[in-house]
């Protein structure tokens, strides 16, 4: 969704009092759409009303049903190089993503005394980069928790989509791992903490997996080779410590070689009843052959689609050519991290990757439905290239995110309510499809106008967390013309300062680097 997105339009009060009538007389029919099941992971089939005799505002049908009436009041308005569908009124539709690379980057830049450029600066990355307490489902899927609280700008309000997968197995009760790792080994590589970082982290990852669990390495540099083929670990492990400790940087960087490669070796490889994923690290400055995502995308969708092999990008340096990285993953039903020290590779690789091999949640989409009677205008924080029409959340047959165990996936609004606004204010909904029998399944959960009397900077300490680095963000990004500051935003000293006041709260590690990238940003931004 481009922030483009986030201008809102407003209408005559005529049109708004005869769209109202036509809401209130479509409303009662939500109770059957939005009556998903509870943390059974019951499927979108089942229509048992969970609504208490509440009318709640209906959510995309279930494929278009007629010609587009134009913008409307708290609509986003649509982008003109995008090709979505006018949507309904007030309604937001996205899919999930749990990557973190950009906030990575962004701390990276800012400790070399530098200010990122905006454009690789993602606020739902920031957002997602913390951990968050929200109840957990007991199998597959996700719990939805709602709620919010009023910033200091009159009547705007952040309401916080908080959903939840079940928390990692046990590393004994996941299912195996066939990992096939694409290296880059250009010459930009060689930059310490880049090449030797992976190399490092790879011998200790060799180490933890289990014995049932499969390797392979590809390397690509000018061109792509399969330096190791998919080896089941076992007593093996010291043929992949040679294959790794052989790795040493030498030309350019054919990134759509290694990807093509990788999928190949991947797919030669492939273990029934294991998780196929293939793991990209690279710096992505794409200089030879193929630089185009989309393009080399698509030559590897069977292998995607049909294998069901998804990608998990690691970027380093501190050059990074973060863009093409991302839409590799995001397109490629992956996510993205960045890592740039020794420890943040080790808790990817040993810790991170081995918990989140498995999934439990594919082509996951969210929609938040406003109520129109107490919200006049919303605005989707980040997730600006996660769009999705709203037509589309129940057509399965459109991407959407992977989600593994153990995750939490942030979503944040800032909504302006409607003067005495009362009542219900909203209904956010998960869609996805089980990752074994892609049957899909939904769950929802609502919002009331007050729930949002609190404020915020005396709200629940995660929710103020999530605030700040959406702040954080939106700073960051202040200034260029393409970005639009958000309601109650607060200046970064003032930020750096709450920061460093929940990490004393919390003693969280994560919150006390958020309040040192902060104080790093303020001196950078004067």
């Known amino acids: 969704m481009g922030t483009h997105l986030t201008r809102i339009r407003t209408r005559d009060a005529g049109g708004r009092r005869l769209r109202g009538t036509l809401l209130a007389l479509t409303a009662a029919g939500a109770v059957l759409l939005t009556g998903c099941s509870a943390s059974d992971g019951g499927s979108s089939a089942d229509h048992a009303d969970k609504s208490g005799g509440r009318t709640l505002p209906l959510p995309a049908p279930d494929r278009p049903t007629g010609d587009a009436q134009g913008a409307q009041e708290g609509e986003q308005t649509g982008a003109p190089d995008r090709e979505i569908a006018p949507s309904p009124d007030y309604l937001s539709t996205f899919a999930l993503d749990v990557d973190t690379a950009s906030y990575g980057y962004a701390r990276r830049t800012l400790a070399g005394g530098r200010v990122p450029d905006p454009s690789t600066v993602r606020p739902e990355e920031f957002v997602n980069s913390f951990r968050q307490d929200y109840r957990r489902p007991d199998g597959n899927g996700f719990t939805v928790t709602v709620d919010g609280a009023r910033t200091d700008d009159e009547r705007w309000s952040l309401v916080r989509v908080g959903l939840a997968t079940r928390a990692a197995e046990d590393e004994r009760e996941r299912p195996p791992a066939a990992l096939t790792f694409v290296i880059d080994i250009s010459g930009s590589m060689a930059e310490p903490g880049r090449l030797d970082l992976a190399k490092d982290s790879l011998d200790v990852m060799t180490d933890r997996l289990r014995d049932d669990d499969s390797v392979a390495l590809v390397t690509f540099s000018d061109k792509a080779e399969t330096v190791l083929p998919m080896t089941r670990l076992g007593d093996r492990r010291g043929r992949v410590h040679d294959a790794i400790g052989s790795l040493e940087p030498t030309d350019s960087t054919n990134l759509g070689a290694g990807v093509d490669r990788g999928y190949e070796t991947a797919v030669e490889g492939l273990r029934e009843g294991a998780t196929n994923r293939v793991v990209l690290i690279s710096d992505a400055l794409a200089n030879t052959g193929d630089t185009d995502a989309d393009s080399i995308l698509e030559r590897i969708s069977d292998a995607r689609r049909e294998h069901g092999v998804t990608l998990f990008g690691v970027g380093v340096g501190s050059d990074y050519g973060d863009a093409l990285m991302e839409r590799l993953a995001d397109k490629g039903d992956g996510h993205t991290v960045y890592v740039s020290d020794r420890d943040e590779a080790r808790t990817v690789f040993c810790d991170q990757l081995p918990r989140n091999i498995?999934?439990?949640?594919?082509?996951?989409?969210?929609?938040?439905?406003?109520?129109?009677?107490?919200?006049?205008?919303?605005?989707?924080?980040?997730?600006?290239?996660?769009?999705?029409?709203?037509?589309?959340?129940?057509?399965?047959?459109?991407?959407?995110?992977?989600?593994?165990?153990?995750?939490?996936?942030?979503?944040?609004?800032?909504?302006?309510?409607?003067?005495?606004?009362?009542?219900?204010?909203?209904?956010?909904?998960?869609?996805?499809?089980?990752?074994?029998?892609?049957?899909?399944?939904?769950?929802?959960?609502?919002?009331?106008?007050?729930?949002?009397?609190?404020?915020?900077?005396?709200?629940?300490?995660?929710?103020?967390?999530?605030?700040?680095?959406?702040?954080?963000?939106?700073?960051?990004?202040?200034?260029?013309?393409?970005?639009?500051?958000?309601?109650?935003?607060?200046?970064?000293?003032?930020?750096?300062?709450?920061?460093?006041?929940?990490a004393d709260d919390s003693e969280d590690p994560a919150v006390r680097g958020l309040a040192t990238a902060l104080e790093q940003a303020n001196r950078l931004k004067g």
């Open 358 to 502: 498995d999934l439990t949640a594919r082509d996951a989409k969210a929609q938040v439905a406003f109520d129109p009677q107490t919200v006049e205008q919303f605005r989707l924080i980040g997730y600006d290239n996660r769009a999705v029409a709203d037509e589309d959340f129940r057509d399965d047959r459109v991407d959407g995110g992977e989600v593994g165990p153990g995750h939490t996936v942030t979503a944040l609004y800032a909504v302006r309510t409607r003067p005495g606004a009362s009542g219900h204010l909203a209904t956010a909904s998960v869609r996805w499809l089980d990752p074994d029998t892609r049957a899909p399944h939904e769950e929802s959960g609502p919002l009331e106008a007050g729930s949002l009397d609190g404020d915020l900077w005396t709200a629940d300490r995660s929710l103020q967390v999530a605030a700040v680095a959406a702040y954080f963000a939106d700073g960051l990004r202040a200034g260029d013309a393409r970005f639009d500051a958000l309601p109650g935003a607060l200046p970064l000293g003032e930020l750096a300062t709450r920061a460093d006041r929940l």
